[in-house]
């Protein structure tokens, strides 16, 4: 017997097929606010993303245990699939990032400010420079340091002995940071399946996240009665 849903046929799956419809919804919503991250010019646009990927991210497991429960078998395997979640540090990580960023008010992550450093005292670099104010540096260690500046503001200096300015712009850094969550504290992760990870950048761990979920799904629709 076949049954449908929307548009899609499942004939003889343990899961129920409107589970695997609704995890693949919430996946192309993680996905989305996951395309959005990188683009994002104020930290606080990252935040809004960031909470959408989280939400619809948890919201797969949701929505699989929720259709396992229609067949024992089924509902064995996201047994072990929830306790490697338990289990593993990454995925660990992102459900109480989750409950953290839903109940709490710190937001997961933290942005380390943008940082122009002008005038370095450098080997081969200029000691003798002029601003556009026309202040005049001489045999200075740094003439500028900004933090958190617009790179169009960035100012510009004119050599008066013939050698290069030295300057510097680090751009602003976003991290992933430890959270808390029923008052126990999780840091970033440190390994996911058995490999060790040094990941701080939250859209390099959210895609290792997203790959894991694709698969998830996956293994959850084609899994069936023998």
Not at 141 to 147: D, H, K, M, V
């Amino acid at each position: 017997m076949m049954r449908l849903v929307g548009s899609e046929f499942f004939e003889g799956t343990t899961m129920d097929p409107k589970a695997i419809v609704k995890a693949r919804s919430r996946c192309r919503l993680a996905e989305d606010a996951f395309s959005k991250l990188d683009s994002c010019e104020k930290y606080l646009d990252f935040c809004d993303f960031w909470y959408q990927f989280l939400i619809n991210a948890s919201g797969i497991f949701t929505v699989l245990e929720q259709g396992a429960k229609m067949d024992q078998r089924c509902f064995n395997w996201y047994g072990n699939k929830k306790s490697e979640r338990k289990r593993d540090p990454l995925l660990s990580y992102f459900h109480h990032a989750r409950n953290s960023d839903e109940h709490g008010l710190d937001f997961g992550t933290e942005v380390t400010p943008n940082k122009f450093i002008g005038g370095i005292k450098a080997e081969g670099a200029s000691r003798r420079f002029m601003d556009e104010g026309g202040n005049i540096y001489e045999d200075v260690g740094a003439a500028f340091e900004l933090t958190n500046v617009n790179p169009s503001d960035i100012p510009k200096f004119t050599s008066l002995d013939g050698k290069p300015v030295s300057s510097q712009f680090t751009p602003a850094k976003i991290s992933l940071v430890a959270v808390t969550d029923r008052g126990r504290v999780y840091h970033p992760p440190n390994e996911h399946l058995g490999t060790p990870m040094n990941v701080t950048n939250p859209v390099e761990a959210a895609a290792i996240l997203l790959e894991y979920l694709r698969h998830l799904i996956d293994e959850a629709e084609g899994f069936r009665r023998p």
